[in-house]
């Protein structure tokens, strides 16, 4: 049973930081591409980064970087200069992907999700 638990969410205001960390369980860590989501009150889930197996990154915000520990089984999301509009419900995601080189943007890509932490963002 594959599980993740995110974790670094809160309250921060307007120009701050945060970071957000999803530990997985259940299977090998470095089998997994991953990815962060997130969800405002009223819109849709939208792609906010992913990381390969092999450490490759992309992130929508040039404030935030997702990165990965395979070691610690964790993946991260450093989000810096905090806007407002980054208030929402962030959410962690696995993809077993055979690929070494590749990751997913797409939410129906991925085959696990954590429960998600809250970020709110004060002006």
């Known amino acids: 049973q594959v599980q993740l638990v995110e974790s670094g969410g809160g309250l921060v205001q307007a120009g701050g930081s945060l970071r957000l960390s999803c530990a997985a369980s259940?299977?090998?860590?470095?089998?997994?591409?991953m990815g962060w989501f997130r969800q405002a009150p009223g819109k849709e889930r939208e792609f906010v980064a992913a990381?390969?197996?092999?450490h490759g990154g992309s992130s929508v915000q040039g404030r935030f970087t997702i990165s990965r520990d395979n070691a610690k089984n964790t993946v991260y999301l450093q989000m810096n200069s905090l806007k407002p509009e980054d208030t929402a419900v962030y959410y962690c995601?696995?993809?077993?992907?055979?690929?070494?080189?590749?990751?997913?943007?797409?939410?129906?890509?991925?085959?696990?999700w954590g429960q998600g932490t809250q970020v709110t963002v004060s002006s």
């Open positions: 259940g299977r090998t860590f470095s089998s997994f591409a």
């Open positions: 995601a696995a993809k077993v992907s055979p690929e070494l080189s590749y990751f997913y943007t797409t939410a129906r890509d991925y085959d696990y």
């Open positions: 990381i390969t197996r092999s």
